[in-house]
């Protein structure tokens, strides 16, 4: 493993903590899409199938474990504990335009047309668009808590580290991977909005705010 991909995984994990802890800390999910919680379930679980019949590594088994866990907990944490506090008027980004073609596009570019494979690259299309009802929500409100902006930014940062990753495995392992290489540029681009944001504003120690 080389270090862009260590720490963009270090930032995915991180992004799942900091979610968590704001969820637990705040004892609310406002301001959380949990459309978009849902669809990153979905794509850990139909992604990290193989962990019912192939071994890689221990390091591979437990991330990949805890991406389920963890995407299942915080489900559990919007629907049941703290409910209340979400409001799904504002959650309201029809996830059916990301499901149809993220599936359709997977049964004609993939690897191989085996059940596993159609699986897995479905989560590669889904995850570079599971991000939308989230920021179609803040889109919706124009503003979010610093706290849930941090959240945001380290999952962003998890995906734009892939990107030297790929460039780094290729001129030393001779390896591309049109689909992920494609799916991240998309999912990367759909954040440079939130990042202007967060860097002119945020770190500035300004509220999070969409230009009107």
């Not at 805890?66 to 559990?76: G, K, P």
């Not at 009802?133 to 803040?138: N, R, S």
């Not at 919706?140 to 941090?150: C, D, K, Q, V």
Request: hydrophobic residues 50%.
């Amino acid at each position: 493993m080389n270090i862009f991909r260590l720490f963009g995984d270090l930032a995915h994990l991180a992004s799942i903590f900091i979610l968590i802890q704001k969820i637990q800390k705040t004892r609310s999910c406002r301001g959380i899409s949990f459309k978009t919680q849902a669809l990153y379930a979905l794509v850990f679980m139909t992604r990290y199938i193989d962990l019912l019949f192939r071994w890689v590594s221990v390091y591979n088994f437990v991330m990949k474990l805890f991406f389920i866990s963890s995407s299942c907990y915080i489900l559990y944490l919007m629907k049941y504990r703290f409910r209340p506090t979400h409001d799904p008027s504002i959650d309201t980004f029809k996830v059916e335009y990301l499901l149809g073609p993220s599936f359709f596009l997977s049964l004609i570019f993939n690897y191989a047309f085996e059940p596993t494979e159609i699986l897995w690259t479905f989560s590669i299309y889904l995850e570079s668009v599971a991000i939308f009802p989230q920021l179609f929500m803040l889109q919706r409100t124009g503003e979010a808590e610093t706290i849930t902006t941090h959240y945001l930014a380290a999952l962003g940062l998890y995906r734009a580290l892939y990107l030297p990753n790929w460039i780094y495995r290729y001129f030393t392992e001779d390896v591309v991977d049109p689909i992920a290489v494609t799916a991240g540029l998309v999912q990367t681009g759909l954040y440079l909005d939130f990042f202007y944001v967060y860097f002119t504003k945020v770190l500035h120690g300004q509220k999070f705010e969409l230009p009107a």
